[in-house]
Nanobody, 115 residues
Framework: QVQLVESGGGLVEPGGSLRLACAAS????????MGWYRRTPGKQREAVAR???????MYQDALKGRFIISQDKVKNMVYLQMNGLQPEDTAVYYC?????????WGQGTQVTVSS
């Protein structure tokens, strides 16, 4: 089992930035993909950004250039730097990892972009 804890969410004004962090713990032996997803009310959860064990990054096309994913494999951490935030970025952001054919999820952290 892998446990994930997100942090860094909150309220930010339009144009502002936030950095989300996710700590993975538990039985970690071969994580091959870490990522961030988000869900807004009335919509399905969508992939925001993912990073493979080799460091290959994948972004939702609409977010390229504003969001940056990174990882610290020694600390089993994944980060999401979010810049130029807009009200439409308001969502619950979830951390996820894939290991041994299973996908694990965190509880989510709320990001609200509002003036």
């Amino acid at each position: 089992q892998v446990q994930l804890v997100e942090s860094g969410g909150g309220l930010v004004e339009p144009g502002g930035s936030l950095r989300l962090a996710c700590a993975a713990s538990g039985t970690i032996d071969d994580i091959y993909l870490m990522g961030w997803y988000r869900r807004t009310p009335g919509k399905q959860r969508e992939a925001v950004a993912r990073i493979s064990n080799s460091g290959r990054t994948m972004y939702q096309d609409a977010l390229k250039g504003r969001f940056i994913i990174s990882q610290d494999k020694v600390k089993n951490m994944v980060y999401l730097q979010m810049n130029g935030l807009q009200p439409e970025d308001t969502a619950v952001y979830y951390c996820s990892v894939q290991q041994s054919g299973l996908q694990y999820w965190g509880q989510g952290t709320q990001v609200t972009v509002s003036s």
